[in-house]
């Protein structure tokens, strides 16, 4: 079998409904489907995977008929397929065609690269989707970063009647420390705040249980900075991990045992560079002022004020080979833009 890949990255270049050959590690493997063809009326299966390799990059691939009903590939097996189509569904997905085929665990050199590349650190790493590219930007053009100047200049999250999303490459300046974690419920997927109502005995009015120790989760408020400006982001427990190298339930237990190496770990989180993807909204919030005047002492002003809450949805960490190529689209574009001008002549 001759193989022509196509990197999951590279098919943000490469033109919808062109036949390609893909090799990835199966990160995830759907249930089967059936839809109803429109054109024939007949039912057919259908099996979603996600596929990701050392560029960065997930995709999902479709898989159809027989294939979708006795596919047992166990996740984390490396798959080539030879012949599947590129849609811009969702920014980019693939189909496998009928005249197409696929092997697991193939006897080729890309695929011992990408199983050590996996198990070497591919495994921890977070995978950006083409279809968070869609969104943060128009036609499934390369996904562009904004900068901290373009987010404020946009106005994104100004409208209060949309929830606008962009992605940031910025660096962690400063994290705030007066709410760094709360403390959460154990239950899978419950993440209420529960209350220590007696030493030991923690409790989650929503489970209606109680735990002998609360599950820590972060809620940072993080300041990041990048060449034109700063800003203030909102993390939840998955970046806090990240940003912060430990989970919240060990930083919380340094901080109650040794200050001087909890203080060393929040500060080891900054001037480390990420790539934030976020939402930005508008948020209102009751600011209460006191004042007093000679006639009526004590008098309060409640005022309805209004901000733009920036809320990371994920974060990752620099892909050194993605950062190259942004840099070097960015270096062409430039120079024709430049060509003729004696700017950019050396
Ligand atoms: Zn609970």
Known sequence: MKYNFTTVSDLQTVEKDTTIDVIG??????????????TTS???????????????????LTI????????DAAPESVIAFKGVKVSDFG??????????????????????????????????DNFQSHANMGAATTGG????????????????????????????????????????????CQ????????????????????????WDRPEYRYILS??????????????????????????????????????????????????????????AKMDSFQETTRYVNSITPHKCRTNLLFRVRYQVSSASGLNFSVECAKLAEQIKQYSLQGEGNSMFVD
């Open 64 to 71: 159809w008929g027989n294939t979708a009903t006795t596919f």
């Open 222 to 279: 993080v300041n990041v900075s990048d060449h034109t400006g700063q800003l203030w982001i909102s993390c939840f427990d998955d970046t806090g991990r990240m940003i912060l190298g430990m989970n919240a339930n060990e930083l919380i237990e340094l901080k109650e045992n040794d200050e001087k190496a909890y203080q060393d770990k929040v500060t080891q989180a900054n001037c480390n560079t990420w790539v934030f993807r976020c939402r």
């Open 141 to 184: 053009r390369k996904e562009e970063y904004k900068t901290i100047q373009a987010v404020r200049d946009e106005g994104l999250g100004m409208d209060d009647t949309k929830t606008d999303y962009f992605t940031l490459k910025a660096t962690v300046i400063y994290v705030k420390q007066d709410s760094i974690a709360y403390p959460a």
């Open 42 to 60: 007949k039912p057919y299966d259908k099996r979603e995977l996600t596929l990701v390799d050392n560029t960065g990059f997930s995709v999902r």
């Open 91 to 124: 920014g980019r997905s693939l189909s496998l065609l009928s005249s197409g085929s696929m092997s697991m665990d193939p006897d080729i050199d890309e695929a011992h690269k990408l199983k050590g590349w996996y198990d070497a650190e591919g495994r921890q």
């Open 187 to 210: 239950t899978e997927g419950c993440n209420k705040k529960v209350l220590e109502n007696n030493p030991g005995e923690w409790r989650c009015e929503k489970c209606d249980k109680s």
């Open 25 to 38: 590690i199966l990160k995830d493997v759907g249930e089967v489907n059936q839809i109803t063809s429109k």
